[in-house]
């Protein structure tokens, strides 16, 4: 695979996942022997879980959740999919996370399903979105705590993300 089949940016999403699937077969087990992926990727998880937590603990999940069975609206509504591309559906991958072969609920992101995101790293649009009623209730001063936080995961993600384009573009030539 070429790299610059990497981003793939305008891609169909179903084509997106066979590339993840493809860049993994190719690359994964070289990328788990890198000690800097490994390094980033055991920090990476840690911030995913930190961010987790504090959503659910800051009642974003609740209040998302009631927002999509009660009110019928949803954050993650069909074309987020779009946003993805190959790496970062790979990086899932590389944590040991399972790409759907299929949209998991019409009308949503490809990427929803009944239990909410099926993948672990999630593109920063979806890490970073918060409507303006779960600002309200969180308040500015529980709004800053949230985004200080999710920060850190999303700036892990970025670093990973690229370290991992530029680990492949060296070895490619």
Same mark, same amino acid.
């Given at each position: 695979? @070429?790299?610059?089949?990497?981003?793939?940016?305008?891609?169909p999403i179903? @084509?997106?996942?066979?590339?993840?699937?493809?860049?993994? +077969?190719?690359? =994964?087990?070289? !990328?788990?022997?890198?000690?800097t992926i490994?390094?980033? /990727?055991?920090?990476?998880?840690?911030?995913?879980?930190?961010?987790?937590?504090? %959503?659910?603990?800051?009642?974003?999940?609740?209040?998302?959740?009631?927002?999509?069975?009660?009110?019928?609206?949803?954050? $993650?509504?069909? =074309?987020?999919? *779009?946003?993805?591309?190959?790496? &970062? !559906? @790979?990086?899932? &991958?590389?944590?040991?996370?399972?790409?759907?072969?299929?949209?998991?609920?019409?009308?949503?992101?490809?990427?929803?399903?009944?239990?909410?995101?099926? &993948?672990?790293?999630?593109? /920063?649009? $979806? /890490?970073?979105?918060?409507?303006?009623?779960?600002?309200?209730? !969180?308040?500015? +001063?529980?709004? /800053?705590?949230?985004? *200080?936080?999710?920060g850190a995961? %999303?700036?892990?993600?970025?670093? &990973?993300? +690229?370290?991992?384009?530029?680990?492949?573009?060296?070895?490619?030539?």
């Amino acid at each position: 695979m @070429a790299f610059d089949d990497l981003s793939a940016a305008s891609a169909p999403i179903h @084509a997106k996942v066979r590339l993840a699937r493809e860049l993994f +077969e190719t690359w =994964g087990a070289r !990328l788990h022997a890198d000690s800097t992926i490994r390094d980033l /990727v055991a920090r990476l998880d840690r911030n995913i879980r930190a961010s987790w937590k504090t %959503m659910v603990d800051s009642g974003i999940v609740s209040a998302c959740t009631d927002c999509e069975e009660k009110d019928g609206g949803s954050c $993650c509504g069909a =074309g987020i999919e *779009n946003k993805y591309d190959p790496v &970062l !559906l @790979a990086l899932n &991958l590389l944590m040991g996370v399972g790409l759907p072969d299929e949209r998991g609920i019409d009308g949503s992101c490809f990427f929803l399903g009944s239990e909410g995101c099926t &993948l672990r790293i999630r593109h /920063v649009l $979806c /890490v970073n979105h918060l409507c303006l009623p779960v600002q309200k209730m !969180l308040g500015m +001063e529980g709004l /800053v705590r949230v985004q *200080n936080i999710i920060g850190a995961e %999303m700036d892990i993600t970025f670093i &990973l993300e +690229e370290t991992v384009k530029k680990f492949i573009r060296g070895r490619s030539r």
